[in-house]
């Protein structure tokens, strides 16, 4: 039967193979072997019939030696036996199901895990055309895998975690799992969770922006902790933050561990809103002055600042 093509069709036609290909098959294929694969692999494109007399005469090669790379491309799975010839395996869904084969099994538990395979599965193909072009390594495959296991991620967390790495440009591994332990270490596993800590982080910004603004300075990654640990576990907003920034006046180049250890200092005492910090301060500095009339009434008597609180002069002023 002919094989060949018209000059035309070949001319301006092509034959694609994955990447995968490279890095996974031909590395331990001979030069039989891999004459045989592609040019099979082109004949099945166009549908052609092919004996295996007629790859002999046409590659070149000895007919024992098509026979034998035949069956070396089915041990590899890259070709099927039909009852009239061979199909051509797609190795990239070739490659997904070593990773997601599902077992055979009534186990509820099983039938659990085989549906969590599959929408793995989906999730990673949609990674691969979303952020790869539809040529991902065969590498990231098992990555992802680790990362599914590792953190817990559930499969748009996953997406959003290439997303959001794709938009800043930054889609290496190591970067990839940096943001990986971020997400988890605020224990970020469902979308719902993700959407809370992405509302945290805005308000984050916005209140670190404000506060670099009235201070006039920059704020540095130490700084947002402490503004993080002010906003998230103090539930501070810049309303009672910024009582404590004007605690500044009277220190020169004051640092955020002055203004921490102020607010630190009203948590303790639990002290929630401006009205209930303005009303401690009032007292602080009426105790103050009453100190300061009895030191005026009796010129002898002397104390010593350990005597109060080490915080109560930052309400002096």
């Known amino acids: 039967m002919k094989l060949e093509l018209s000059d035309k069709s070949q001319l301006f036609s092509c ?35 092919v004996k295996i007399n007629d790859l002999s005469k046409r590659l070149a090669i000895p007919y024992p030696d098509v026979e034998e790379a035949l069956q070396y491309l089915m041990e590899q799975n890259l070709l099927i036996k039909l009852p009239e010839g ?10 997904l199901t070593k990773l997601y084969s599902p077992k055979i099994t009534s186990s509820p538990e099983d039938i659990e895990k085989t549906h969590q395979n599959q929408y793995r599965a989906q999730a990673i193909e949609n990674i691969n055309t979303l952020f ?10 098992n990555d992802i895998d680790f990362w599914f296991n590792k953190y817990g991620f559930d499969e748009q967390v996953m997406l959003a975690l290439f997303g959001y ?13 940096t943001v990986a332990d971020a997400w988890a270490s605020h224990q970020i596993k469902n979308f719902n969770d993700l959407e809370a800590y992405e509302l945290k982080q805005d308000k984050l910004h916005i209140l670190s922006k ?27 907003d810049i309303n009672i933050i910024e009582l404590a920034l004007k605690a500044s006046t009277s220190t020169t180049n004051a640092s ?62």
């Not at 061979?86 to 490659?95: A, M, P």
């Not at 790495?165 to 799992?177: E, H, V």
């Not at 603004?213 to 906003?231: C, G, M, N, V």
């Not at 303005?278 to 030191?295: A, G, N």
């Open 165 to 177: 790495c794709f938009d800043k440009k930054a889609m290496t591994r190591g970067y990839i799992q």
């Open 256 to 317: 955020l561990n002055y203004f921490d250890k102020i607010l630190t200092d009203w948590h303790e005492k639990g002290l929630n809103t401006v009205e209930e910090i303005e009303t401690y301060k009032q007292s602080q500095k009426d105790k103050t002055k009453k100190i300061k009339q009895i030191e005026k009434r009796i010129p002898e008597f002397s104390y010593t600042q350990s005597t109060f609180d080490n915080l109560d002069s930052l309400y002096d002023n």
């Open 132 to 141: 790869f072009q539809g040529v991902m390594n065969t590498t990231w495959y």
């Open 86 to 95: 061979y199909s051509v395996t797609n190795i990239q869904e070739l490659e």
């Open 15 to 49: 034959t694609e193979i994955p990447d995968v290909f490279f890095t996974e098959y031909m590395p331990s294929m001979n030069g039989n072997f891999l004459k045989v694969y592609l040019y099979v692999l082109f004949l099945a494109k166009h549908n052609k019939d």
């Open 210 to 236: 404000d506060i670099g603004k009235k201070l006039r300075r920059t704020i540095t990654a130490f700084d947002e902790e402490l503004i993080r640990k002010w906003s998230e576990e103090f539930n501070y």
